[in-house]
Protein backbone atom coordinates (compact mmCIF):
# COMPACT_ATOMS: atom_id res chain seq x y z
CA UNK A 1 0.00 0.00 0.00
CA UNK A 2 1.44 3.22 -1.10
CA UNK A 3 0.19 6.46 0.91
CA UNK A 4 2.15 9.98 0.07
CA UNK A 5 2.01 11.70 2.94
CA UNK A 6 0.40 12.50 6.33
CA UNK A 7 -2.32 14.99 6.94
CA UNK A 8 -1.91 17.84 6.85
CA UNK A 9 0.01 17.66 3.57
CA UNK A 10 -2.13 14.95 2.93
CA UNK A 11 -5.82 15.55 2.14
CA UNK A 12 -7.72 12.88 0.25
CA UNK A 13 -10.75 15.47 -0.29
CA UNK A 14 -9.03 17.31 -2.94
CA UNK A 15 -9.46 15.42 -5.79
CA UNK A 16 -12.99 14.77 -4.99
CA UNK A 17 -13.40 18.94 -4.74
CA UNK A 18 -14.76 18.96 -8.07
CA UNK A 19 -17.34 17.54 -10.53
CA UNK A 20 -14.16 17.49 -13.32
CA UNK A 21 -11.59 15.91 -11.23
CA UNK A 22 -13.50 13.23 -9.72
CA UNK A 23 -14.70 12.11 -13.20
CA UNK A 24 -10.44 12.63 -13.65
CA UNK A 25 -9.66 9.66 -11.04
CA UNK A 26 -12.76 7.68 -11.65
CA UNK A 27 -12.03 3.93 -11.33
CA UNK A 28 -15.24 2.55 -12.87
CA UNK A 29 -18.02 3.55 -15.61
CA UNK A 30 -21.20 1.89 -16.65
CA UNK A 31 -22.04 2.31 -20.30
CA UNK A 32 -24.58 -0.21 -22.85
CA UNK A 33 -21.44 -2.76 -23.68
CA UNK A 34 -22.08 -3.36 -19.82
CA UNK A 35 -25.21 -4.58 -19.94
CA UNK A 36 -27.52 -8.01 -20.45
CA UNK A 37 -31.30 -7.42 -21.27
CA UNK A 38 -33.44 -10.46 -20.64
CA UNK A 39 -36.79 -10.62 -22.42
CA UNK A 40 -39.84 -12.69 -21.39
CA UNK A 41 -41.84 -14.00 -24.56
CA UNK A 42 -44.90 -14.83 -24.34
CA UNK A 43 -47.65 -16.61 -26.78
CA UNK A 44 -50.31 -14.38 -28.78
CA UNK A 45 -49.88 -11.35 -31.17
CA UNK A 46 -49.37 -8.09 -30.49
CA UNK A 47 -49.36 -8.65 -26.53
CA UNK A 48 -47.29 -6.63 -24.12
CA UNK A 49 -48.41 -7.49 -20.82
CA UNK A 50 -46.80 -5.87 -17.03
CA UNK A 51 -45.60 -8.40 -14.76
CA UNK A 52 -47.45 -7.97 -11.54
CA UNK A 53 -44.38 -8.27 -9.20
CA UNK A 54 -41.96 -6.41 -11.77
CA UNK A 55 -43.36 -3.00 -12.16
CA UNK A 56 -41.50 -1.69 -15.66
CA UNK A 57 -41.15 -5.38 -17.02
CA UNK A 58 -43.39 -7.04 -19.45
CA UNK A 59 -44.09 -10.17 -21.47
CA UNK A 60 -44.35 -9.89 -25.70
CA UNK A 61 -45.64 -11.99 -27.80
CA UNK A 62 -42.73 -12.19 -30.52
CA UNK A 63 -44.19 -10.45 -33.64
CA UNK A 64 -44.10 -7.30 -30.40
CA UNK A 65 -40.68 -7.40 -29.83
CA UNK A 66 -38.87 -4.85 -31.88
CA UNK A 67 -39.56 -1.97 -29.88
CA UNK A 68 -37.47 -3.19 -27.10
CA UNK A 69 -34.93 -5.02 -29.21
CA UNK A 70 -34.04 -1.32 -31.21
CA UNK A 71 -33.84 0.07 -27.82
CA UNK A 72 -31.62 -2.62 -27.02
CA UNK A 73 -29.07 -2.00 -30.48
CA UNK A 74 -29.64 1.71 -29.82
CA UNK A 75 -28.27 1.80 -26.23
CA UNK A 76 -25.19 -0.86 -27.51
CA UNK A 77 -26.27 -3.17 -25.45
CA UNK A 78 -24.25 -6.52 -27.05
CA UNK A 79 -27.02 -9.30 -26.05
CA UNK A 80 -30.24 -10.46 -24.97
CA UNK A 81 -31.45 -13.04 -22.66
CA UNK A 82 -34.65 -14.84 -23.78
CA UNK A 83 -37.38 -16.16 -21.32
CA UNK A 84 -40.38 -18.01 -22.27
CA UNK A 85 -43.70 -18.35 -20.44
CA UNK A 86 -45.62 -21.11 -22.21
CA UNK A 87 -49.18 -22.13 -22.49
CA UNK A 88 -50.13 -24.28 -19.43
CA UNK A 89 -51.33 -26.90 -21.34
CA UNK A 90 -47.95 -27.55 -22.85
CA UNK A 91 -46.38 -28.54 -19.40
CA UNK A 92 -45.67 -31.71 -18.27
CA UNK A 93 -43.48 -33.68 -16.11
CA UNK A 94 -40.90 -34.25 -18.09
CA UNK A 95 -40.38 -30.54 -20.32
CA UNK A 96 -41.33 -32.12 -23.41
CA UNK A 97 -42.27 -28.79 -24.94
CA UNK A 98 -38.47 -27.72 -24.44
CA UNK A 99 -37.77 -30.48 -27.01
CA UNK A 100 -40.47 -29.22 -29.39
CA UNK A 101 -38.81 -27.46 -32.71
CA UNK A 102 -41.62 -25.08 -32.94
CA UNK A 103 -41.73 -24.19 -29.33
CA UNK A 104 -42.06 -20.51 -28.53
CA UNK A 105 -38.25 -20.04 -27.79
CA UNK A 106 -37.57 -21.59 -31.35
CA UNK A 107 -40.12 -19.22 -33.15
CA UNK A 108 -38.76 -16.06 -31.07
CA UNK A 109 -35.24 -17.28 -32.09
CA UNK A 110 -35.36 -17.31 -35.51
CA UNK A 111 -37.46 -14.14 -35.81
CA UNK A 112 -35.05 -12.27 -34.18
CA UNK A 113 -32.17 -13.57 -35.92
CA UNK A 114 -33.81 -12.93 -39.23
CA UNK A 115 -34.09 -10.16 -38.72
CA UNK A 116 -30.94 -8.44 -36.82
CA UNK A 117 -29.10 -11.26 -37.71
CA UNK A 118 -25.35 -10.38 -36.17
CA UNK A 119 -26.42 -6.85 -34.72
CA UNK A 120 -27.19 -8.33 -30.63
CA UNK A 121 -26.17 -11.50 -29.23
CA UNK A 122 -28.79 -13.94 -28.25
CA UNK A 123 -28.76 -16.36 -24.80
CA UNK A 124 -30.79 -18.69 -23.98
CA UNK A 125 -31.56 -20.07 -20.77
CA UNK A 126 -30.69 -24.10 -21.05
CA UNK A 127 -33.31 -25.77 -17.85
CA UNK A 128 -36.73 -27.03 -17.86
CA UNK A 129 -38.55 -25.08 -15.74
CA UNK A 130 -40.46 -23.12 -18.19
CA UNK A 131 -41.58 -26.25 -19.29
CA UNK A 132 -42.18 -28.55 -16.32
CA UNK A 133 -45.39 -29.07 -14.59
CA UNK A 134 -43.74 -29.12 -11.29
CA UNK A 135 -41.06 -26.05 -11.72
CA UNK A 136 -38.16 -28.17 -11.46
CA UNK A 137 -35.09 -27.52 -13.15
CA UNK A 138 -34.73 -31.10 -14.04
CA UNK A 139 -36.56 -34.68 -14.35
CA UNK A 140 -38.38 -35.38 -11.14
CA UNK A 141 -38.78 -38.74 -9.87
CA UNK A 142 -39.65 -39.77 -6.29
CA UNK A 143 -38.71 -36.05 -4.95
CA UNK A 144 -35.35 -36.69 -6.79
CA UNK A 145 -33.90 -34.36 -9.31
CA UNK A 146 -32.38 -36.80 -11.48
CA UNK A 147 -29.14 -35.56 -12.83
CA UNK A 148 -27.89 -37.76 -15.66
CA UNK A 149 -31.20 -38.48 -17.11
CA UNK A 150 -31.69 -34.57 -16.97
CA UNK A 151 -28.34 -33.76 -18.99
CA UNK A 152 -29.74 -36.07 -21.80
CA UNK A 153 -32.31 -33.54 -21.86
CA UNK A 154 -30.09 -30.80 -21.53
CA UNK A 155 -28.13 -31.69 -24.34
CA UNK A 156 -30.96 -32.16 -26.85
CA UNK A 157 -32.57 -28.70 -25.59
CA UNK A 158 -29.02 -27.12 -26.41
CA UNK A 159 -28.67 -27.92 -29.79
CA UNK A 160 -31.99 -27.45 -30.56
CA UNK A 161 -31.36 -23.69 -29.57
CA UNK A 162 -28.28 -23.51 -31.39
CA UNK A 163 -29.48 -25.19 -34.52
CA UNK A 164 -32.46 -22.05 -34.45
CA UNK A 165 -29.78 -19.86 -34.07
CA UNK A 166 -29.31 -18.90 -30.76
CA UNK A 167 -25.46 -17.34 -29.97
CA UNK A 168 -24.80 -18.29 -26.77
CA UNK A 169 -26.06 -21.79 -24.55
CA UNK A 170 -26.85 -20.70 -21.01
CA UNK A 171 -27.35 -23.96 -18.85
CA UNK A 172 -28.81 -22.94 -15.58
CA UNK A 173 -29.90 -25.86 -14.27
CA UNK A 174 -27.38 -26.82 -12.28
CA UNK A 175 -27.17 -29.90 -13.14
CA UNK A 176 -23.29 -31.85 -12.40
CA UNK A 177 -21.56 -32.59 -16.24
CA UNK A 178 -23.63 -30.72 -18.05
CA UNK A 179 -21.29 -28.29 -19.44
CA UNK A 180 -19.17 -31.44 -20.80
CA UNK A 181 -21.61 -32.94 -22.40
CA UNK A 182 -23.26 -29.66 -23.88
CA UNK A 183 -19.85 -29.29 -25.62
CA UNK A 184 -19.55 -32.42 -26.79
CA UNK A 185 -22.56 -32.74 -28.35
CA UNK A 186 -22.50 -28.71 -30.17
CA UNK A 187 -18.84 -30.35 -31.51
CA UNK A 188 -20.25 -33.00 -33.02
CA UNK A 189 -23.04 -31.66 -35.12
CA UNK A 190 -20.87 -28.60 -35.91
CA UNK A 191 -21.22 -25.69 -33.51
CA UNK A 192 -18.38 -25.89 -32.09
CA UNK A 193 -18.36 -21.66 -32.47
CA UNK A 194 -21.50 -21.32 -30.22
CA UNK A 195 -20.48 -20.15 -26.66
CA UNK A 196 -21.40 -21.75 -23.78
CA UNK A 197 -22.21 -19.54 -20.65
CA UNK A 198 -22.32 -21.56 -17.59
CA UNK A 199 -24.71 -20.57 -14.54
CA UNK A 200 -21.56 -21.87 -12.87
CA UNK A 201 -22.42 -20.07 -9.81
CA UNK A 202 -26.35 -19.97 -8.43
CA UNK A 203 -27.32 -20.19 -5.52
CA UNK A 204 -30.94 -21.22 -4.17
CA UNK A 205 -32.20 -17.88 -3.51
CA UNK A 206 -35.11 -16.44 -2.43
CA UNK A 207 -34.60 -13.05 -4.63
CA UNK A 208 -36.27 -15.38 -8.01
CA UNK A 209 -39.25 -15.07 -6.82
CA UNK A 210 -41.15 -12.57 -8.96
CA UNK A 211 -38.94 -14.34 -12.20
CA UNK A 212 -41.25 -17.54 -11.23
CA UNK A 213 -44.33 -15.21 -11.84
CA UNK A 214 -43.04 -14.28 -14.97
CA UNK A 215 -42.56 -17.80 -16.24
CA UNK A 216 -45.49 -19.29 -14.38
CA UNK A 217 -43.46 -21.35 -12.36
CA UNK A 218 -44.26 -20.34 -8.61
CA UNK A 219 -47.21 -21.75 -8.05
CA UNK A 220 -46.69 -24.81 -9.14
CA UNK A 221 -43.21 -25.24 -7.57
CA UNK A 222 -42.99 -28.63 -5.73
CA UNK A 223 -41.25 -28.31 -2.75
CA UNK A 224 -37.61 -26.00 -3.09
CA UNK A 225 -34.18 -26.30 -5.34
CA UNK A 226 -31.64 -26.57 -2.74
CA UNK A 227 -30.72 -30.22 -4.24
CA UNK A 228 -29.09 -28.58 -7.29
CA UNK A 229 -28.92 -24.92 -6.76
CA UNK A 230 -26.14 -23.43 -4.01
CA UNK A 231 -26.12 -22.96 -0.40
CA UNK A 232 -25.83 -19.51 -0.01
CA UNK A 233 -23.51 -20.21 3.42
CA UNK A 234 -20.54 -21.08 0.98
CA UNK A 235 -17.86 -19.65 -0.91
CA UNK A 236 -15.08 -22.16 -1.53
CA UNK A 237 -18.09 -24.37 -2.97
CA UNK A 238 -18.68 -21.62 -5.98
CA UNK A 239 -14.89 -21.84 -6.95
CA UNK A 240 -14.68 -25.67 -7.32
CA UNK A 241 -17.80 -25.11 -9.34
CA UNK A 242 -16.52 -22.52 -11.37
CA UNK A 243 -13.18 -24.27 -12.22
CA UNK A 244 -14.98 -27.56 -13.08
CA UNK A 245 -17.25 -25.55 -15.63
CA UNK A 246 -14.18 -24.18 -16.77
CA UNK A 247 -12.63 -27.32 -17.41
CA UNK A 248 -15.98 -28.92 -18.79
CA UNK A 249 -15.57 -26.13 -21.65
CA UNK A 250 -17.04 -22.99 -20.31
CA UNK A 251 -16.71 -19.97 -21.51
CA UNK A 252 -17.88 -17.38 -19.89
CA UNK A 253 -19.49 -17.93 -16.39
CA UNK A 254 -22.68 -16.16 -14.31
CA UNK A 255 -22.50 -15.65 -10.75
CA UNK A 256 -26.36 -15.62 -9.79
CA UNK A 257 -27.83 -13.60 -7.55
CA UNK A 258 -26.19 -10.47 -8.21
CA UNK A 259 -25.89 -7.56 -5.15
CA UNK A 260 -25.85 -10.10 -2.10
CA UNK A 261 -23.07 -12.01 -3.73
CA UNK A 262 -20.77 -9.37 -4.98
CA UNK A 263 -17.84 -11.19 -3.04
CA UNK A 264 -18.49 -14.47 -5.10
CA UNK A 265 -17.94 -12.35 -8.30
CA UNK A 266 -14.59 -10.72 -6.84
CA UNK A 267 -13.70 -14.24 -5.98
CA UNK A 268 -14.45 -16.02 -8.97
CA UNK A 269 -12.57 -12.79 -11.35
CA UNK A 270 -9.41 -13.05 -9.07
CA UNK A 271 -9.11 -16.36 -9.32
CA UNK A 272 -10.16 -17.42 -12.70
CA UNK A 273 -9.41 -13.94 -14.64
CA UNK A 274 -12.62 -15.14 -16.84
CA UNK A 275 -15.67 -13.68 -17.85
CA UNK A 276 -17.90 -13.14 -15.18
CA UNK A 277 -21.32 -12.07 -15.70
CA UNK A 278 -23.31 -11.34 -13.06
CA UNK A 279 -27.28 -11.36 -12.67
CA UNK A 280 -29.18 -8.86 -10.98
CA UNK A 281 -32.36 -10.92 -10.35
CA UNK A 282 -36.08 -10.44 -10.05
CA UNK A 283 -35.89 -10.17 -6.92
CA UNK A 284 -33.64 -7.37 -6.48
CA UNK A 285 -35.18 -5.22 -8.93
CA UNK A 286 -38.22 -5.15 -7.57
CA UNK A 287 -36.77 -4.48 -4.28
CA UNK A 288 -35.00 -1.40 -5.78
CA UNK A 289 -38.03 -0.46 -8.18
CA UNK A 290 -40.70 -0.53 -5.29
CA UNK A 291 -38.19 1.78 -2.85
CA UNK A 292 -38.16 3.96 -5.67
CA UNK A 293 -41.65 4.09 -6.34
CA UNK A 294 -42.62 4.48 -3.02
CA UNK A 295 -39.77 7.39 -2.54
CA UNK A 296 -37.34 5.61 -0.24
CA UNK A 297 -34.67 5.63 -2.76
CA UNK A 298 -33.57 7.95 -5.54
CA UNK A 299 -33.46 6.95 -8.65
CA UNK A 300 -29.64 6.72 -8.47
CA UNK A 301 -29.82 3.80 -6.17
CA UNK A 302 -30.09 1.91 -9.28
CA UNK A 303 -27.05 3.33 -11.29
CA UNK A 304 -24.88 2.46 -8.10
CA UNK A 305 -26.14 -1.12 -7.23
CA UNK A 306 -25.15 -1.63 -10.86
CA UNK A 307 -21.63 0.04 -10.56
CA UNK A 308 -21.40 -2.23 -7.65
CA UNK A 309 -20.73 -5.55 -10.26
CA UNK A 310 -18.16 -3.35 -12.30
CA UNK A 311 -16.28 -2.74 -9.53
CA UNK A 312 -16.50 -6.28 -7.90
CA UNK A 313 -14.86 -7.69 -11.32
CA UNK A 314 -18.37 -8.28 -13.46
CA UNK A 315 -17.67 -7.94 -17.24
CA UNK A 316 -21.27 -7.63 -17.87
CA UNK A 317 -24.37 -7.47 -15.52
CA UNK A 318 -27.64 -8.88 -16.58
CA UNK A 319 -30.29 -6.86 -15.67
CA UNK A 320 -33.97 -5.77 -16.13
CA UNK A 321 -32.92 -2.21 -15.56
CA UNK A 322 -30.93 -2.49 -19.31
CA UNK A 323 -34.27 -1.59 -20.77
CA UNK A 324 -33.98 1.70 -18.98
CA UNK A 325 -30.83 2.85 -20.14
CA UNK A 326 -31.10 6.30 -21.10
CA UNK A 327 -32.32 7.05 -18.01
CA UNK A 328 -29.61 5.29 -15.81
CA UNK A 329 -26.76 6.24 -17.52
CA UNK A 330 -28.16 10.06 -18.07
C1 LIG B 1 -34.37 -21.00 -13.99
C2 LIG B 1 -33.98 -19.59 -13.87
C3 LIG B 1 -34.29 -18.78 -12.78
C4 LIG B 1 -33.82 -17.52 -13.08
C5 LIG B 1 -33.21 -17.56 -14.34
N1 LIG B 1 -33.30 -18.88 -14.81
C6 LIG B 1 -35.06 -19.05 -11.56
C7 LIG B 1 -34.90 -20.28 -10.78
O1 LIG B 1 -33.83 -20.90 -10.77
O2 LIG B 1 -35.88 -20.67 -10.17
C8 LIG B 1 -33.98 -16.36 -12.15
C9 LIG B 1 -33.86 -15.02 -12.72
C10 LIG B 1 -34.42 -13.94 -11.88
O3 LIG B 1 -34.88 -14.13 -10.74
O4 LIG B 1 -34.39 -12.81 -12.38
N2 LIG B 1 -33.59 -21.87 -14.66
Request: proline residues 3%; aromatic residues 8%; hydrophobic residues 40%.
Amino acid sequence: MIITGKYPKLRMRRLRKEDWSRRLVRENTLSGSDFVLPIFITEGKNKKIQIKSMVGVYRYSIDNLSGIIDRAIKNKIPMIALFPQINKKLKDLYGSEALNEDNLISRAIVKIKKKYKNKIGIMCDVALDPYTSHGHDGLLKKKEILNDETIKVLVKQSLLQAQMGCDIIAPSDMMDGRIGEIRKELDKNGYEKVQILSYAVKYSSSFYGPFRDAIGSKKSLKGDKKSYQMDYSNLNEAIREVAIDIKEGADMVMVKPGLPYLDIIKEVKDNFKIPVLAYQVSGEYSLITNAIKNKILKQESVYETLLSFKRAGANAIVSYYADFLDKILK
